[in-house]
């Protein structure tokens, strides 16, 4: 049993163990872990000296950016090193002229191999070359969610210093920890038995995984696609139009089903499960930024139903809207909390049932960041052409589907681990998506 | 034809505060509550579709409503004003 060697400086909440349990699976796997980056695609290079003096600012306001994670019997900490790595990095094109060198170099830095205890929590990657700039924000992703990410990049952003004060006031304690005191130990526990019961009838249809299991991941790559105006513009209208205003996501879930499933109709399996986070912070928030502060839902969509569109999306509105009556989004709390407790191989297999077991309840993974605020935003002097966000993943399902909108744009990033996916696969599943999506 | 028994304005006014606290409390944030009149934009605030979907369980639970899913739009849900009319008009 490993022994702490240095100060505390933050515990992991019920969220961040999640996230953790899953470093651990890809750990496993001989990958790099949970690594996700959000990428900025700039029109000229930014003022770097302000950028550099912002990023030292920012880790002095949360020193935990600069720790280690380290175990301590089956709990994790953010402890302090003894010696502080530089938060911030450039990469210039010297070598590799290529036009790949963004690219490469992005994915170089997604799939960096480190001990869990030597990696950043998180580190801002500048990538130059003649006519082409890319900020990186790379983070493990136990330090914090996508929203927190958000937050941190806005923090950047904002160039009054008493503004900046503003973020993370008032300091929040873990916000799953806060839902979780809301209820009485009964409730607790028939919330987790409730969210055992989801879990069980879900894993009752196995999940259609389309990876090629037989292989062994080697590394993540990923394919962005961002659509022109008049396609997001029509695609909006299709999401009003099928899903109305409260299931966005459900359209891209579903259309995404439905393209795997033309991909191949005879995959095995009997339905397409994926699971989409849910944030408990309060929209527009400041506070808090960092640590998940996230709960889990899925959405499952048995074969048959996959070739009728309209009784596809009907059937996600009415699981979506019978998971939010039931509460099931708030009764997976109290499993992360007790699993939390359980060490990161129990805690997989417990929670996650496919742990290393070679199948997954999960048929890709999912996030839709929405329609970005940042759009208006000048990065240290320089326009924001484009975003994109990445994720490792663990295999199965080795895939992932992952959108934003920014500038009335929509962005699609297709992340996949190779060779279970290969890239001519991903194009051929993103023409398929695209008609998908823009079928009326 | 049916009558639709007719909330008193303290009713009325108690059940648009409940809304506010929930949206305030558990969906969007806002530096002074006080001052987001009930014709500020909910939308433009931050209230997102997993937010207006918890805000309508919130409310057929709470006032014995049934809001139909055909009527989730923008107008109905972008104010305070408009969502107090949305429930009233299903308030039977």
């Known amino acids: 049993m490993k022994k702490l060697d240095s100060t505390i400086l933050q515990a992991l909440n019920p969220s961040d163990y999640f996230t953790l349990a899953m470093d651990d699976e890809i750990r496993r796997e001989n990958m790099p872990g949970s690594l996700c980056g959000f990428a900025l695609e700039l029109d000229k290079e930014p003022d770097i000296e302000t950028l550099q003096a912002r990023i030292i600012e920012f880790g002095e306001r949360f020193p935990v950016a600069y720790a280690s994670l380290q175990q301590q019997g089956k709990r994790f900490f953010w402890c302090q090193r003894e010696q502080n790595t530089p938060l911030f990095s450039q990469h210039r094109e010297s070598g590799d002229k290529s036009a790949d060198f963004h690219k490469n170099t992005v994915l170089d830095l997604i799939n960096q191999k480190q001990a869990r205890e030597d990696i950043s929590p998180i580190s801002f990657h500048l990538i130059s070359s003649a006519n082409k700039h890319t900020f990186l924000l790379r983070w493990v992703h136990p330090f914090c969610d996508a929203r927190g990410i958000d937050l941190i990049l806005k923090f950047l952003c904002t160039n009054e210093a008493d503004q900046r004060l503003k973020f993370n006031f008032p300091e929040l304690d873990s916000l799953v920890n806060l839902q979780l005191e809301k209820y009485k130990w009964w409730q607790k526990i028939a919330l987790f038995f409730k969210a055992k019961r989801y879990i069980t009838k879900l894993d009752q249809l196995p999940s259609i995984i389309h990876a090629d299991t037989t292989k062994t991941p080697k590394q993540l790559n990923f394919t962005n696609v961002t659509l022109t105006n008049e396609q997001t513009t029509r695609i909006n209208s299709n999401v009003r139009k099928h899903v109305g205003m409260t299931g966005t996501s459900l359209y891209y879930i579903g259309c995404f089903m439905r393209a795997l499933h033309r991909m191949d109709p005879t995959q095995k399996g009997e339905a397409y499960c994926a699971p989409y986070a849910f944030s408990l912070r309060k929209n527009k928030a400041l506070s808090p930024v960092l640590a998940n502060h996230v709960g889990a839902l899925f959405a499952q969509v048995p074969k048959a139903l996959l070739n009728d569109r309209s009784a596809l999306f009907q059937h996600l509105k009415n699981e979506n809207m019978q998971v939010i009556r039931k509460k099931l989004d708030y009764a997976f709390l109290p499993v992360m909390w007790a699993a939390s407790w359980l060490s990161l191989e129990k805690h997989g297999k417990e929670l996650r049932k496919s742990y290393a077991s070679g199948t997954e309840r999960s048929s890709f993974w999912f996030s839709d960041i929405g329609k970005t605020d940042i759009s208006e935003m000048v990065f240290f002097d320089s326009k924001i052409n484009s975003i994109f966000h990445l994720c490792q993943i663990t295999s199965p399902p080795a895939l992932a589907f992952l959108s934003c909108q920014f500038n009335n744009r929509l962005t699609f990033s297709y992340n996949f681990i190779e060779p279970l996916f290969h890239a001519q696969w991903i194009d051929q599943l993103h023409e398929i998506m695209l008609e998908e999506l823009l079928m009326e | ?92």
């Open chain 2, 1 to 92: 034809m049916h009558t639709i028994p007719l909330l008193s304005q303290t009713q009325k006014v108690l059940m648009k505060q409940k809304i506010r606290d929930f949206i305030f409390d558990e969906l969007i944030f806002v530096a002074e509550p006080e001052k987001f009149s009930d014709d500020d934009d909910l939308l433009e605030a931050g209230l997102d579709s997993m937010g207006i979907m918890r805000l309508i369980m919130f409310i057929e639970e709470q006032f014995g409503v049934t809001l139909p899913d055909s009527e989730i739009d923008p107008d109905n849900v972008n104010t305070f004003n408009a969502l107090e009319a949305w429930v009233l008009q299903h308030k039977s």
